[in-house]
């Protein structure tokens, strides 16, 4: 079955990088393309950026664009989320998404939080 699994979130300060990943498994992932999105409580889940199946083309929210940066590795399985110049409106729990046959699945999410 489809399973991807984040890590890479933790308390950082304002100003400062993370790099997320998320390990993927259950379906071919070169022939997929894969997206981070994040959501606060209350709040709708937001999408941050999507990568294509070979990684040529990637799209991503304007209010992150030149701070996030998406990649992925093939060989390995994974996708990460390169943050940087971080804002405590940042904070959130981050989620990796693939659309497998017509079906979106999950990760269980990875926190990050941006404070002094």
């Known amino acids: 079955q489809v399973q991807l699994v984040e890590s890479g979130g933790g308390l950082v300060q304002p100003g400062g990088s993370l790099r997320l990943s998320c390990a993927a498994s259950?379906?071919?992932?070169?022939?997929?393309?894969m997206s981070w999105y994040r959501q606060v409580p209350g709040k709708e889940r937001e999408l941050v950026a999507t990568i294509s199946s070979t990684g040529d083309t990637t799209t991503g929210a304007d209010s992150m664009k030149g701070r996030f940066t998406i990649s992925r590795d093939n060989a390995k399985n994974t996708v990460y989320l390169q943050m940087s110049s971080l804002k405590p409106e940042d904070t959130a729990v981050y989620y990796c998404?693939?659309?497998?046959?017509?079906?979106?699945?999950w990760g269980q999410g990875t926190q990050v939080t941006v404070s002094s």
């Open positions: 259950g379906f071919t992932f070169s022939t997929y393309a």
């Open positions: 998404n693939v659309r497998f046959r017509f079906v979106y699945y």
